[in-house]
């Protein structure tokens, strides 16, 4: 298994600049996490889906931010406009609504915002 | 949600046993106790899970006193690569929403 897959892996942009972030959960996974860690703030749970539909979006920051999940194997996250302090890195992690909710991460997008 | 508690940080040496206490004095009846492990520049990954009493597997021992309002996880023999940061969270398996706390930085040294 390929593990959660997020891509880009970094991403540098100009303020005011939108930027998507895309996340592969694990085939068979029906739960799909977006988190943002920063040394200031640690690891933020933003949003998280169950069966592609948002459960809970309390963690996203404003309306600049927004997540969708169009189907079972793919998510994205959109900042628009970014700003320097989104400047973070972003994590998915997917896993089964089942008796192991343990969570598996992908390896992050690095975001830096000038 | 259950709140948490570690220590911010812990230093250890290579080969001795490391016990990371953390604390969840309202824990709920259907919470689970998960701990996960963060290397930099990666993200966390799932270390052991428990409800009571004591779990171990390959990487770990996770022991809960009977009240579970607090849970220590238990790394034998560390090496330098254990270095990282180790999280403790609370949640109802039924329910995805568990919040990470800072963590326990725990540094290997030689």
Redesign the interface.
């Known amino acids: 298994d390929a593990g ?1 897959i997020q891509s880009p892996r970094h991403e540098v942009t100009e303020m005011g600049q939108e930027v998507t972030l895309r996340c592969k959960p694990i085939s068979g996974h029906n ?1 799909l ?1 977006w ?1 943002r860690q920063t040394m200031m703030r ?4 933003l949003i ?1 889906f ?1 069966n592609n539909v948002p ?2 979006d309390s963690g996203m920051p404003e309306d600049r931010f927004s997540a969708k999940m169009p189907n079972a194997s793919f998510s994205t996250l959109k900042i628009q406009p970014s700003e320097p302090r989104d400047s973070a890195v972003y ?1 998915c ?1 997917s ?1 089964t ?1 089942t ?1 192991d ?8 997008t690095r975001l830096l915002v000038l | 949600l259950a709140k948490t508690t570690q220590p911010i940080s812990m230093d250890s040496y290579e080969g001795q046993e490391v016990n990371i206490t953390c604390s969840h004095n309202n824990i709920a009846t259907n919470d689970y106790i998960t701990w996960y492990q963060q290397f930099p520049s990666q993200g966390p990954r799932f270390i052991i899970q428990g409800y009571k009493t004591k779990v171990t597997n390959e990487v770990a021992s996770l022991f809960i006193p009977a009240d579970r309002k607090s849970s220590t996880l238990s790394l034998p023999r560390v090496s330098l690569s254990d270095t990282a940061v180790y999280y403790c969270l609370v949640g109802d398996k039924g329910n995805n929403d568990m919040r990470f706390g800072a963590g326990t930085r725990l540094t290997v040294k030689p």
């Open positions: 959660v739960s996490f988190y640690g690891l933020e749970l998280y169950n459960i809970d994590f992690a896993s609504w008796s909710e343990t969570q598996y991460f992908g390896p992050g």
